[in-house]
């Protein structure tokens, strides 16, 4: 197995940690003697996770991200005891930032028509999540903590931070705030929340409420939200004796995005599976990938234009009884030094709109924008 060098440390930012996750359950941020895994694909992630599972302490987790491509090399992390303590935001994340859409709005809307036109031609494909990054250079290095911190001022939102590898001097960092959850495990119960249909929140109250309803009631964005809940019952129901959808779907927010989402629970047959095999038998989802998946993945890779890396991939945590919670790495920057590289996509179905799945795309760099200090408007001026 070829082994990529990780980050030191102490080299990466100096205080940062391995990695760190808070949400509604709580704060896990990587301490005492930190390693890292062998690193490889999905498909030898059950014989390194069993080793690695096999020396951890009571107290201790494992934690990291996997990539977009299940092929591709994973990040994980092993942390001998974990601690609760966040980070506290001192000033800026960033300073006097340039933006620069890779590619442009206009750009990625051509490549949304393209896809339709496939869409179209070839019946067995069904949908298409396409996405594009946003370049930010700030004039002083970007502060990973600072930026961590306001994330994870959105209750709705899971925080996370995971040092990548070669990160070079300046260290590499998979940063944002997922509202997604892929898979939690906790004994035999076993959950998920999948989100796709999406509207942009509006400051105005009654744009905002009228935004929500007119999601809830679009036929092309539940048709969109059903693929995605039907892959995940799909993979999961060989594995449960009881599994359902007990409240249907709703429409559900965070600080700046409507989204389609329905809760997913089950009992699992066999309650000994790590979490992080719950979570690559899962991803990707048509939530950021397509249906059918290889189909999907082919026409992301011919349209796509880059490489996702980790964005659209899956992180999160796992415990010594192989328990934790896995999130899908949307709302998300990969941090180096002075540049962080925002990515979002949106979801093509027949029905969408091009210039309209552009606009979602620039409503999703909202959140990250925002955190960085920078206006969640201002990518829309750029593009205008
Ligand atoms: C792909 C992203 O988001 C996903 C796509 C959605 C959609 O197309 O409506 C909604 C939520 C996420 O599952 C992203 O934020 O980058």
Same mark, same amino acid.
């Given at each position: 197995?070829?082994?990529? !060098?990780?980050?030191?440390?102490?080299?990466?930012?100096?205080?940062?940690?391995?990695?760190?996750?808070?949400?509604?359950?709580?704060?896990?941020?990587? +301490?005492?003697?930190?390693?890292?895994?062998?690193?490889?694909?999905? #498909?030898?992630?059950?014989?390194?996770?069993?080793?690695?599972?096999?020396?951890?302490? /009571?107290?201790?987790?494992?934690?990291?991200?996997?990539?977009? #491509?299940?092929?591709?090399?994973?990040?994980?992390?092993?942390?001998?005891?974990?601690?609760?303590?966040?980070?506290?935001?001192?000033?800026?994340?960033?300073?006097?930032?340039?933006?620069?859409?890779?590619?442009?709005?206009?750009?990625?809307?051509?490549?949304?028509?393209?896809?339709?036109?496939?869409?179209?031609?070839?019946?067995?494909?069904?949908?298409?999540?396409?996405? %594009?990054?946003?370049?930010?250079?700030?004039?002083?290095?970007?502060? $990973?903590?600072?930026?961590?911190? =306001?994330?994870?001022?959105?209750?709705?939102?899971?925080?996370?931070?995971?040092?990548?590898?070669?990160?070079?001097?300046?260290?590499?960092?998979?940063?944002?705030?997922?509202?997604?959850?892929?898979?939690?495990?906790?004994?035999?119960?076993?959950?998920?929340?999948?989100? /796709?249909?999406? +509207?942009?929140?509006?400051?105005?109250?009654?744009?905002?409420?009228? @935004?929500?309803?007119?999601?809830?009631?679009? $036929?092309?964005? =539940? %048709?969109?939200?059903?693929?995605?809940?039907?892959?995940?019952?799909?993979?999961?129901? !060989?594995?449960?004796?009881?599994?359902?959808?007990?409240?249907?779907?709703?429409?559900?927010?965070?600080?700046?995005?409507?989204?389609?989402?329905?809760?997913?629970?089950?009992?699992?047959?066999?309650?000994?599976?790590?979490?992080?095999?719950?979570? @690559?038998?899962?991803? !990707?989802?048509?939530?950021?990938?397509?249906?059918?998946?290889?189909?999907?993945? @082919?026409?992301?890779?011919?349209?796509?234009?880059?490489? =996702?890396?980790?964005?659209?991939?899956?992180?999160?945590?796992?415990?010594? %009884?192989?328990?934790?919670?896995?999130?899908?790495?949307?709302?998300?920057?990969?941090? =180096?030094?002075? +540049?962080?590289?925002?990515? /979002?996509? /949106?979801?093509?179905?027949?029905?969408?709109?091009?210039?309209?799945?552009?606009?979602?795309?620039?409503?999703?760099?909202?959140?990250?924008? %925002?955190?960085?200090?920078?206006?969640?408007?201002?990518?829309?001026?750029?593009?205008?």
């Amino acid at each position: 197995m070829t082994q990529t !060098p990780f980050p030191s440390l102490s080299q990466s930012a100096g205080t940062l940690p391995a990695f760190a996750f808070r949400n509604g359950t709580g704060t896990r941020v990587a +301490a005492g003697p930190v390693d890292p895994l062998a690193r490889g694909g999905v #498909d030898t992630l059950d014989a390194r996770l069993s080793s690695a599972l096999s020396g951890l302490a /009571a107290d201790g987790l494992i934690g990291g991200a996997l990539p977009f #491509d299940r092929g591709a090399e994973d990040c994980l992390w092993r942390a001998g005891r974990m601690d609760s303590s966040w980070p506290v935001a001192f000033g800026a994340p960033a300073t006097s930032a340039r933006l620069e859409p890779q590619p442009s709005a206009a750009t990625y809307a051509g490549a949304v028509a393209r896809a339709l036109e496939r869409l179209e031609a070839d019946g067995r494909l069904s949908k298409v999540v396409l996405a %594009r990054s946003l370049q930010v250079h700030s004039a002083t290095p970007i502060s $990973a903590n600072a930026l961590l911190a =306001r994330l994870a001022g959105d209750p709705a939102v899971m925080a996370f931070l995971v040092a990548l590898p070669e990160g070079g001097e300046t260290g590499r960092q998979l940063v944002g705030a997922s509202p997604e959850l892929l898979v939690a495990k906790e004994g035999v119960e076993v959950s998920s929340h999948p989100l /796709a249909g999406s +509207a942009a929140r509006s400051e105005d109250p009654a744009r905002d409420r009228a @935004a929500a309803e007119a999601l809830a009631g679009s $036929a092309k964005d =539940r %048709r969109e939200h059903a693929l995605v809940v039907e892959a995940i019952l799909d993979t999961l129901s !060989p594995l449960c004796d009881r599994l359902g959808t007990p409240e249907g779907t709703q429409v559900t927010s965070t600080g700046s995005m409507w989204h389609l989402g329905t809760r997913v629970a089950g009992r699992l047959r066999d309650p000994e599976t790590p979490v992080p095999l719950l979570a @690559a038998a899962l991803h !990707p989802t048509p939530a950021v990938c397509g249906a059918p998946r290889d189909a999907a993945a @082919a026409l992301i890779r011919e349209l796509e234009g880059f490489e =996702r890396g980790f964005y659209a991939g899956a992180t999160g945590w796992c415990d010594a %009884r192989g328990d934790g919670a896995w999130y899908v790495s949307i709302r998300c920057a990969e941090l =180096r030094g002075h +540049a962080a590289r925002l990515f /979002a996509g /949106a979801g093509i179905v027949p029905g969408s709109v091009p210039e309209q799945e552009a606009a979602e795309t620039g409503a999703k760099f909202g959140a990250m924008l %925002r955190a960085l200090d920078l206006p969640a408007d201002a990518l829309f001026e750029l593009e205008d």
